[in-house]
């Protein structure tokens, strides 16, 4: 996507803006940590880090209300994070520890939280999308107003699981807000390599599914956007796409040889459209905040992640008998 500064100026509240920068620092703090730790041996198994994406589900989550779920890919700790999970329980089930939000027989991609809403968590490029209607449709069968948001990204766009989701959902008027994190590549295939369309918001005006696109490195437009579509959702008018324009700043998981794009590209969008910088700039040039300020605010949240992190470390891990527990068969 197109690098461009962003206005530094905001009538958002002092309250709203710190909030924002709180969640989105909280999240990226702890994909450095949980990063090191994949980097000590601490954690197994495929570690997806959503460095980068932060405004996408902060932004998202901004607009929701008890009761309304999420489900999303692999990619999941921002997800967590933001609907309240615990940090040490989703620290613990990295590390594949007792205390771990599966009991550490899960990991980093499948992990649930039902006090939360959230369901997963899943490693199959769009399995989850039909999940999230399956969710939506419970919802409208139970006759409430709640509304599920489906995380998938530009490359789980090319399922064609997702078009027959988005055919069912748009014929039984589902509330389900389809989010595309479109972060500009799948593994190391860019979208300019594998899609025709430009756009991929656009593909739902086949089923008579309305949607745009949103700056997803920005919290307040993500946020905007969100509560608009969750309105249609609410008012029994769903489903809707919004296409989050993002990017990921770290690999694919933590194997990728990172061939696939260059240096320079990565540094412009840390420099120009960092998510985190961008509220940090509203913050101070709205006199919010001083520099001093927000140094506090981040070792509070390291003093959280290291918290997370010590935890997650002296857990023990799940006992044998555990290995015939929650199977099917
Ligand atoms: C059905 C299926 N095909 C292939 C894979 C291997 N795979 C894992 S992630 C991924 C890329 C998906 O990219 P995207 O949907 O853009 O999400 P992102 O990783 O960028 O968040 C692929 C091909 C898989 N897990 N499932
Ligand atoms: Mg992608």
């Known amino acids: ?15 709203d803006l710190m909030g924002f920068y709180r969640e989105m620092l909280m999240i990226r703090r702890f994909e450095e940590k949980a990063g090191q730790l994949y980097g000590m041996g601490l954690i197994g198994g495929f570690c997806h880090l959503y460095i980068g994406q932060e405004a996408v589900v902060v932004g998202i989550e901004a607009a929701t ?47 649930f939280s039902k006090e939360k809403h959230f369901y997963g968590g899943h490693g199959i490029v769009g399995a989850q999308v039909p999940l999230g209607a399956g969710l939506a449709f419970a919802d409208k069968y139970l006759g ?88 249609v959702c609410r008012a029994g008018n769903g489903p809707y796409i919004l296409e989050m324009m993002t990017y990921r700043y770290r690999g694919h998981s933590m194997s990728d040889p990172a061939k696939y794009r260059t240096r320079e590209e990565v540094q412009k969008m840390k420099d120009e459209k960092d998510p985190i910088d961008h509220v940090r700039d509203l913050l101070v040039q709205g006199g919010h905040a001083s520099e001093d300020d927000l140094k506090v605010i981040d070792k509070e949240i390291k003093a959280t992640v290291n918290a997370a992190a010590e935890f997650a470390k002296d857990s023990p891990e799940p006992a044998l008998a555990e290995l015939w527990t929650d199977i099917y068969a």
Request: neutral net charge; charged residues 25%; aromatic residues 8%.
């Open 144 to 231: 409430n107003d709640n509304v599920s948001f489906t995380y998938f990204g530009d490359g789980a766009a090319n399922q064609g699981q997702v078009y027959e989701t988005y055919n069912m959902a748009e014929l039984w008027k589902l509330p389900i807000v389809f989010v595309i994190e479109n972060n500009g590549y799948a593994m190391g295939t860019s979208v300019k390599r594998s899609t025709h369309s430009k756009t991929l918001w656009e593909r739902g005006a086949a089923y008579g599914i309305k949607g745009e696109a949103v700056d997803g490195m920005d919290v307040l437009a993500v946020k905007a956007a969100a509560e608009k579509a969750v309105a």
């Open 65 to 111: 209300k008890e009761g309304d779920k999420r489900i999303t890919s692999y990619r999941d700790h921002g997800h967590m994070l933001a609907c309240g999970m615990d940090p040490k329980g989703v620290m613990a089930e990295l590390t594949g520890r007792e205390d771990g939000y599966s009991k550490g027989k899960g990991g980093s991609m499948h992990m």
């Open 1 to 15: 996507m197109a690098a461009e500064k962003k206005p530094t100026k905001s009538n958002t509240s002092k309250e």
